[in-house]
């Protein structure tokens, strides 16, 4: 069972870190990412991590901004979010993958957490 949180609300500039436990370690062997859905969109991809943490990749839109890492000892995967943007307002959800690398298809990821809700003030 994953578990997101770390959301809330921030100025623009801010910064925050997501986490993503996982109690049943149903990712410890696979590949993780972050997703975000904000109101009237569809849901995209923001970042997303190998099993290991030796491959990452980001969406065009937050590179240089989100760092995503992991902590195997721990089950968790983090999400730091720095210089937040208003158009980084939107719920976000974590998800494991089926497999050991990393994804940017949402359809690659069986597992989901419930979201945590990030606002960014202007």
């Known amino acids: 069972q994953l578990q997101a949180s770390g959301g809330g609300l921030v100025q623009a500039g801010g910064s925050l870190r997501l986490s993503c436990a996982d109690s049943r370690r149903t990712f410890s062997n696979n590949g993780v990412g972050w997703f975000r859905q904000a109101p009237g969109k569809e849901r995209e991809i923001v970042a997303a991590i190998s099993w290991n943490g030796g491959s990452t990749t980001y969406s065009d839109s937050v590179k240089g901004r989100f760092t995503i890492s992991r902590d195997r000892s721990k089950n968790t995967v983090y999400l730091q979010m720095d210089n937040l943007k208003p158009e980084d307002t939107a719920v976000y959800y974590c998800?494991?993958?089926?497999?050991?690398?990393?994804?940017?298809?949402?359809?690659?990821?069986?597992?989901w957490g419930q979201g945590t809700l990030v606002t960014v003030s202007s």
């Open positions: 998800a494991a993958g089926r497999g050991s690398a990393t994804s940017t298809r949402a359809s690659s990821y069986p597992y």
